[in-house]
């Protein structure tokens, strides 16, 4: 079983020179990578002592820096907690209070947005300062080494914790799966403060790989890598491949190996375009959740078309599809999506309640509802919680979701319900476009793919959405615009 940063030290030795990380403004080899994070651990242990058990939280940008003191918390048995700078100030300050670190590093650029970090916390130039002191603490495997905090799209941010061995002990099942080497070089442009990029982040420096990064996501900055760069493996969520698109000729394509994306729902049509974008790659699109982590994964094949599929279960994990009261479900029948895996989180930080919902014995469930189909394919619907009720039937609004974003020209989607005296709750629509649409038409491709109780009874158009760090829409901002949920007003 292994920690978290252990390869680091063997990369050190044997590859010193090689590229560890390429960033807009710096690069540094494995050789300094190592000695940057025993620095700044000695460091760390001068400011606060033993790191072992200690929760540190920081708010730094997305650059080798972040990686560093994630690495020097983690390896050392202390339990890094990254914050999000696009968080609100009032969000900001709930998690600290709900998190209470010993310790605060910020960088002073989010000084302005963020106050409280001076009374907080340390600048981390001034923490690179201090004195260093001898470490001697050392995280074992089943150590928490990590809180991330949940967007809080759908209610109030939870802080999903996780052990040393439900990651570091997955890194060479995902090397096998997406068939990763050392020789790769790997370019990971969302932040670090989402899962999905840090875990790539992670693995790909223990895999002893040169890791790419950017200050944030930018489809032309991602491009001019890919084009100078050979990048062999790109890590997406499914509305940035279509940012890459929408700026990309259609003559030109990418000498990509492999794409691996998670984070949404990504649709047949937009994966059919990301093959032409990137004709040469193996295209990887992985099931998971905070909670959760790997679920299922398969590969894209063009003429393959069923909408929902998830594929093959990861490595070591088991998969089930049961009712509300635990009970198992015949083909065909909706009910909860519940998994059996070492690569489950270790509870919510400080909410026994919440974390007994997600577990049943040695199985858990995310809320996501989900199907067999009569050829065994597991088909996921949605979560519980975004379930509406109208005139007694329920609807997933991911199904909706997925059939409006299949009308040409239709850019994103977002389906919600809104109370209603007559159907208790009416199913609303919100959605962008980047060409003029004609909604009559949009309405009658909706009543040609699904059953009309299914069919939005409202329609809206906007420029643009909100959209989470994980790269999704934030629900919860679209429905406050357009009207409340049942119960919430």
């Known amino acids: 079983m292994a920690v978290i940063g252990d390869k680091l030290a063997y990369y050190a030795q044997e590859h010193p020179d090689k590229l560890a990380i390429h960033t807009q403004d710096k690069k540094i080899n494995y050789q300094d990578l190592q000695a940057d994070i025993q620095r700044l651990t000695r460091k760390l242990t001068y400011f606060s002592g033993n790191l072992s058990g200690k929760k540190l939280g920081f708010l730094l940008r997305n650059d080798i820096d972040w990686l560093e003191l994630f690495i020097a918390i983690s390896h050392n048995g202390g339990i890094a907690i990254p914050f999000d700078p696009k968080w609100s100030e009032v ?26 970090l001076k009374k907080a916390g340390i600048e981390l130039e001034q923490l690179q300062t201090l004195p260093e002191a001898y ?19 759908t209610g109030d941010p939870k802080g999903f914790q996780r052990t040393h061995s439900s990651w570091a002990d997955c890194f060479q099942e995902g090397q096998r799966v997406f068939s990763l080497s050392e020789n790769d070089r790997i370019l990971c442009p969302g932040p670090l403060v989402h899962s999905h990029f840090l875990y790539a982040a992670v693995q790909a420096l223990h895999l002893g790989t040169t890791l790419y990064l950017t200050p944030t996501f930018d489809a032309h900055e991602v491009s001019e890598i890919l084009t100078n760069e050979r990048i062999t493996v790109l890590y997406i969520v499914p509305t940035m491949c279509e940012a890459i698109q929408r700026i990309t000729p259609q003559s030109q394509s990418f000498p990509l190996e492999k794409l691996i994306s998670s984070g949404a729902k990504w649709a ?13 790659s193996s295209i990887y699109e992985f099931y998971g959740a905070s909670e959760l982590s790997f679920v299922s994964v398969q590969k894209f094949d063009i003429s393959r078309k069923i909408p929902g599929a998830i594929g ?30 070492p690569w489950l989180f270790a509870g919510y930080f400080n909410r026994p309640e919440e974390t007994s919902k997600v577990f049943s014995g040695s199985w858990a469930s995310a809320g996501d509802l989900a199907y067999k189909d009569q050829q065994g394919e597991v088909i996921l619907i949605g979560r519980s ?3 509406i009720i109208s ?49 009559e038409h949009l309405k009658a491709h909706c009543i040609e793919l699904l059953p009309r109780y299914k069919c ?34």
């Open 135 to 153: 470490q001697a603490s050392k995280a074992s495997p089943e150590d928490l080494f990590y809180i991330g905090y949940t967007s809080g799209t």
């Open 268 to 280: 047949y049509e937009a994966k059919k375009q990301a093959a032409f974008l990137f004709p040469e």
């Open 91 to 116: 969000q900001l300050d709930q998690i600290v209070k709900d998190a209470s670190p010993d310790l605060l590093v910020y960088d002073p650029v989010y000084l302005e947005r963020f106050p409280l």
């Open 391 to 439: 005139g007694g039937l329920n609807i997933y609004p991911e199904e909706v979701e997925q059939v409006i974003k299949t009308f040409p020209g239709i850019e994103e989607a977002v389906v919600f319900g809104v109370e209603d005296n007559y159907w208790g709750e009416k199913v609303v629509a919100v959605y962008s476009q980047s060409q003029a649409i004609e909604q």
């Open 385 to 387: 919680q975004n379930m």
């Open 456 to 489: 939005p009874k409202e329609w809206h158009v906007t420029a643009e959405f909100p959209y989470t760090t994980s790269g999704k829409p934030a629900r919860k901002e679209v429905e406050s615009v357009y009207g409340l949920r049942k119960g919430e007003g």
């Open 312 to 341: 093959k279960p990861f490595p070591q994990v088991t998969i089930d599809i049961r009712d509300e009261h635990g009970g198992e479900v015949f083909d065909g029948e909706v009910g909860y999506l519940f998994v059996k895996s």
